[in-house]
C-alpha cells in the first residue's frame, strides 16, 4: 500500500534527526525535556489561526451539538482551553504526567471548574480505547515525534465524530537550529520529513484534507534574547558555558520565526 510506504520512509527520514551518542555524552543540554511552559494557554495561541479555524467550526456547527474535545498531546491545556466557553467536556491525552498536571492547574487558574475535564496518561494510539470518541480530535505539535503516522492518524480519525484538527510546524521543530549545528558541531542535520510528507500520507489513507500554511508570529528574524539563547541551544546541544558565542552567531545569523501547517478535515 502507498501509506505503508509513505509511513516508512517518514519513519526512515525521522530516525536522521536522531544526536549522535558522542554529543549526547558531553553535552549538558538535550533537547528532549521540554517545559509546560512552553504549552501553557497564551494570547498568541487564543489567537493563532489554529484556534480560529477550530473556533469558525464549533460556531458553524453549534446547532448539530459539539460538546466534546479529545487534545492528543495536550501539554499544558493551551489549546483546549481557547474553547472552554463553547465546549463542555475535555479529554486531554499526553504521555507526560507533568503535563497533565500542568493543564489541571491552568484548568483551575481558569476557574473552569464548571466544565468537564479527563485526562488521561499514555501514548497514542495505546490509549484511544479509554479516551473514546470525542466530537472534535485535536492534535499540536505532535506528528514529528510519531514514527508511524499512519497508525497514529487513523486512530486519531476514528476518535472523532465531526472532524480532525492536526497543527505541525511546516519543518521539523528542530530544523530551525540546523545552521548552529553545522557552525557548532560541523554537523548538516536533515531537511525533511517535512508537513507536506504528512499531507500525502494522511490523503494516502483515503482522507481529504484542507492544510494552510501560517506564522504565529510577524515574519522575519526573531529577536536575540535569553529566552531564543536558551531555545536554540538547547535544540542545538550547546553548552551554557557556550551562550555568549552563540548569541553573537544568532546575531550574525538572525533566526527565522517557525512556520506552521494546520491539516483539518470533516467527517
Known amino acids: 500500500m502507498r501509506s505503508h510506504q509513505l509511513c516508512s520512509t517518514w519513519r526512515d527520514e525521522l530516525s536522521k534527526w536522531a544526536i549522535p551518542e558522542s554529543i549526547i555524552e558531553t553535552s549538558k543540554q538535550l533537547p528532549w525535556k521540554l517545559s509546560p511552559k512552553k504549552f501553557a ?16 467550526f464549533i460556531h458553524q456547527n453549534s446547532e448539530g451539538g459539539i460538546n ?23 479529554i486531554g491525552v499526553d504521555e507526560s504526567e507533568e503535563m497533565l498536571a500542568a493543564f489541571r492547574a491552568n484548568w483551575a487558574t481558569e476557574n473552569l471548574e464548571s466544565k468537564n475535564l479527563r485526562t488521561i496518561i499514555g501514548n497514542w ?15 499540536a505539535n505532535v506528528l514529528f515525534n510519531v514514527a508511524d503516522p499512519c497508525e497514529f492518524i487513523t486512530a ?13 510546524h511546516e519543518n521539523h521543530p528542530h530544523h530551525v537550529a540546523n545552521p548552529v549545528w553545522k557552525h557548532f558541531w560541523g554537523l548538516d542535520r536533515p531537511d525533511s520529513p517535512t508537513a507536506r510528507d504528512l499531507v500525502a500520507i494522511i490523503e494516502s489513507l483515503g482522507i481529504s484534507p484542507q492544510s494552510e500554511r501560517f506564522f504565529r508570529d510577524p515574519e522575519g ?16 546541544c550547546i553548552n551554557p558555558g557556550d551562550f555568549d558565542r552563540l548569541r553573537d552567531f ?18
Open 41 to 56: 494557554p497564551t494570547e498568541a495561541r487564543k489567537t493563532s489561526l489554529t484556534a480560529t479555524r477550530i473556533s469558525e
Open 68 to 90: 466534546t474535545i479529545l487534545d492528543v498531546g495536550c501539554g499544558a491545556g493551551g489549546l483546549s482551553i481557547c474553547f472552554a466557553d463553547d465546549i463542555q467536556c475535555f
Open 125 to 139: 494510539p495505546d490509549v484511544a480505547p479509554l479516551a473514546g470518541q470525542a466530537d472534535l480530535a485535536i492534535c
Open 156 to 168: 486519531l480519525d476514528r476518535a472523532a465524530k465531526r472532524a480532525v484538527f492536526i497543527e505541525v
Open 221 to 236: 528574524p526573531r529577536e536575540v534574547d535569553d529566552e531564543l539563547v536558551f531555545s536554540i541551544g538547547q535544540r542545538a
Open 250 to 267: 544568532l546575531i550574525e545569523n538572525p533566526i527565522r520565526r517557525p512556520e506552521y501547517r494546520l491539516i483539518w478535515w470533516k467527517k
